[in-house]
């Protein structure tokens, strides 16, 4: 009776397992899944009942670079990293055989095929939007296992070299672009300014006058400076008044004389 007691309780002893809180117990009792095991001390007999571990925490698993087209016909090397969790430990390891190696190929697979269904464009500029879309695909086909794809980033884009040239062409390009419509819109918001300042004097009497005196006291401030003086269009006019009034006065005076003339005659 004693070795019996002795006996049982070296059974007990070596039945003994420890689940820590991050991992769940799958139990099978004669081959059978029995039940899934919370975390602390649980018994699990020898012969008759095995146990197999399974880690529940998220795990980030690094997607092998992958060359594809995309829809537009341009060769990339693209590689990812996938963020899954367990959900039911019960799941991932009877309906499939290794999930981490599943998941790891599912990954792979389905990236190729989303990034082979968009331009090159829409890859580098919607990287969310495609990531997101990688995701669903994935958590939809490891559901059945009992796996959470929880997030899916896309890593690297490599292109080829002529593709990089093509691109900072593109982006030089645009931004010439850019830069000629800028000094474009300048010019034409300069050329309206000059037009109001142009009304402005135009219908100001001396106003171009006292600007040409401001623009000569700014020259005379470098002794430097060759100064043209530049004579307002208003002198100008005023000047050929005055000599078409003498002209008048002139050719007035000679036909009187002309007629004076011709009467002492």
């Known amino acids: ?18 689940i820590d809180e991050y991992e769940r117990g799958i139990l099978f009792t004669f081959g059978k899944f029995s039940k899934v095991l919370s975390p602390g001390w649980k018994i699990v007999l020898p012969v008759i009942q095995s146990y197999r571990k399974v880690d529940i925490r998220t795990k980030a698993v690094d997607v092998p670079e992958q060359e594809t087209i995309t829809k537009d016909n341009v060769s990339i090397r693209i590689n990812a990293v996938i963020y899954y969790k367990i959900f039911d430990a019960g799941k991932a390891i009877c309906e499939v055989q290794d ?16 990034v082979g269904s968009v331009t090159l464009d829409e890859l580098l500029s919607e990287r969310e939007k495609i990531s997101n879309g990688i995701c669903e695909v994935i958590d939809k086909a490891t559901d059945p296992w009992g796996v959470k794809v929880e997030n899916v980033e896309l890593k690297d884009v490599s292109l080829p070299e002529e593709m990089k040239r093509v691109i900072a ?34 219908e100001t009497p001396g106003a171009l006058h006292l600007r040409t005196l401001s623009t000569l006291n700014d020259l005379s401030s470098d002794q430097s400076n060759t100064i043209i003086f530049a004579v307002p269009i208003e ?29 002492q005659l």
């Open 1 to 18: 009776m004693f070795y019996l007691i002795i006996f049982v309780i070296f059974i007990l002893l070596i039945s003994i397992r420890q």
């Open 99 to 114: 999930y981490y190696y599943a998941v790891s190929q599912l990954a792979q697979t389905t990236m190729r095929n989303v």
């Open 235 to 263: 002198v100008l006019k005023a000047v050929e008044g005055i000599s078409k009034k003498y002209e008048n006065i002139n050719n007035h005076k000679n036909e009187e004389i002309k007629e004076n003339i011709a009467k």
């Open 169 to 202: 062409k593109a982006a030089e390009a645009e931004r010439e672009k850019m830069a000629i419509l800028t000094k474009a819109k300048g010019e034409e918001e300069a050329a309206e300014s000059l037009a109001r300042a142009a009304n402005t004097m135009g």
